[in-house]
């Protein structure tokens, strides 16, 4: 469903500039991109958490991609604070525009070119945070991992450590004591 959701949003304003006739190149600024893409990197570096990113990413597009609860908190955190920081990039991108926009109040074309600029920077900031990184916060919010996955892997792991423990003549107690766990209480 998050592809089908961005694809809507993504196609909408194609849509809204076909009707009005306005060139969908008109709402691509390639400064704009790259700052936003600085943006997002240097977010990512600041934190340190590339492999979040990566795995909450992984865990957005792909179903069978496991993401433990831990994780996954992270990764929503990580897609929130993203989307904050694109949005601001946008301000600043816009307050740019806008200074520019003042100084060359003697030229109408520099200063209409300003103007737009400036509309399109916050229009693009705006776009790429609610069509893709709060989404993919969404998306990630929802995401759990299934309970039987859990609950079998934790009793058959502790129901294969009671076997081994029998077969070496170690008890359960001298496990707990070297490593603090329970085999004999029931995981799930």
């Known amino acids: 469903m998050y592809f089908v959701g961005a694809i809507v949003i993504f196609l909408g304003l194609p849509a809204v500039c076909y009707f009005k006739g306005v060139p969908f190149g008109f709402f691509v600024s390639p400064a704009a991109i790259v700052f936003f ?18 795995r909450g990413l992984n865990a957005v597009l792909s ?32 307050f740019v525009s806008l200074t ?9 074309y520099a200063m209409a070119h300003a103007f737009a600029t400036a509309c399109i920077a916050l229009i693009d900031g705006f776009i790429l945070s609610l069509a893709f990184f709060e989404p993919a916060a969404c998306a990630l919010k929802k995401k759990r ?8 892997y934790s009793k058959r ?9 029998a077969q070496n003549g170690v008890t359960p107690e001298d496990i707990q004591n070297a490593v603090g766990i329970d085999l004999r209480h029931d995981i799930t």
Request: net charge negative; aromatic share 10%.
């Open 37 to 54: 893409f600085l943006t997002i990197v240097g977010l990512i570096v600041a934190t340190s958490n590339f492999r979040t990113f990566i």
């Open 63 to 94: 179903a069978r991609y496991v993401i433990d609860d831990e994780e996954r908190e992270k990764a929503v955190e990580l897609f929130k604070l993203l989307s904050k920081g694109v949005i601001f990039a946008a301000f600043i991108l816009l």
């Open 100 to 108: 520019a926009l003042a100084v060359n109040v003697s030229d109408i």
């Open 145 to 152: 991992i299934p309970p039987e996955l859990i609950t079998g």
């Open 157 to 165: 792991s502790n129901d294969r450590l009671l076997e081994l423990c």
